[in-house]
């Protein structure tokens, strides 16, 4: 986000930075980082980039079916309150429509990727205990969803048989 904030700065201000005025290179830097440090979009998107990863890593290592789902749909919507508190509070302005779209289109796109990657079978969950001589250890055991293949019986159909040359000459 600080490169995409920072090539913003100098895409709109490369009029200014390129000119050859009696500003000095080491003065052009320090306002090109005051300008993008201090810049209060960045640093709401930051702290919705870095709200929506912890949820998301949060709930998804609860021990809940489903939880991979539920950690997308909570993410999304906890970046989403984070964006608006940043709106209310520091007066960022986010249009809206766009932010919307890009945020259901990202979660689709992780919906996709959660079936393609992490499907698993909750109907055969199985949860079981066991013990050494220190520990009680209670696992939960979730398949990975597989596609069973089918039992193929091949049958041979028997054509005529030749008589070969031999069998006749006796």
């Known amino acids: 986000m600080f490169l995409y904030y920072l090539l913003m700065y100098v895409k709109q201000n490369a009029g200014v930075l390129t000119t050859e005025a009696s500003v000095d290179i080491v003065q052009r830097y320090s306002q090109i980082l005051k300008s993008v440090l201090f810049n209060q979009t960045m640093m709401v998107m930051v702290a919705t980039c870095a709200v929506g990863v912890i949820i998301v890593y949060l709930i998804r290592r609860l021990s809940m079916d489903y939880s ?67 520990y009680y250890y209670y696992v939960k055991a979730v398949p990975k969803m597989t596609v069973s293949t089918p039992d193929v019986k091949v049958q041979k159909i028997s054509t005529r048989k030749r008589i070969t040359r031999e069998r006749n000459v006796y």
Do not use: C, K
């Open 68 to 134: 991979w789902v539920v950690a997308i749909v909570a993410g999304s919507v906890a970046e989403l309150l984070v964006i608006f508190v940043g709106d209310f509070v520091f007066g960022v302005s986010v249009d809206i429509g766009p932010l919307i779209l890009g945020m259901l289109a990202s979660a689709a796109i992780a919906v996709v990727y959660n079936f393609f990657i992490f499907t698993v079978d909750y109907t055969r969950t199985e949860y079981v205990q066991f013990e050494d001589d220190d």
